[in-house]
């Protein structure tokens, strides 16, 4: 169903961003969010399809180190230059 609501700029490109960085699209996420809106207040049998919570809330340590050593192997995780160097910059910073 096609359904047409406001939201705040800031919120729109927070889930532009979320949604790119995931490689998921907007409208599944809008979906998603609803989704456990409604668990969380409404009757949680009306939305049975899918778990009630994000799945990767319940990994192990050594799942989440697995998921995100897959996900670099497939993306490029290096730091910005400028990060990089304003980061090392902090560091010696307050080592002295």
């Given amino acids: 169903m096609d359904v047409t609501v406001t939201i705040p700029d800031d ?5 532009e961003s979320l949604a790119s960085r995931q490689e998921q ?3 599944d996420l809008y979906a998603q969010a609803l989704k456990m809106l409604v668990r969380a207040h409404g009757d949680p049998d009306q939305l049975s399809d899918g778990p009630s919570r994000p799945e ?6 050594e ?6 050593n897959e996900y670099a192997s497939k993306h490029d995780t290096s730091l910005d230059s400028a990060l990089a160097e304003a980061q090392t910059r902090m560091l010696l910073e307050n080592c002295e």
Avoid: G, H, M
Avoid at 56 to 61: R, Y
Avoid at 63 to 68: A, C, D, G, V
């Fill in 56 to 61: 990767w809330l319940d990994w192990s340590a």
């Fill in 63 to 68: 799942e989440i180190t697995s998921n995100l």
């Fill in 25 to 27: 699209p907007r409208s």
């Fill in 11 to 15: 919120l729109y490109k927070q889930v």
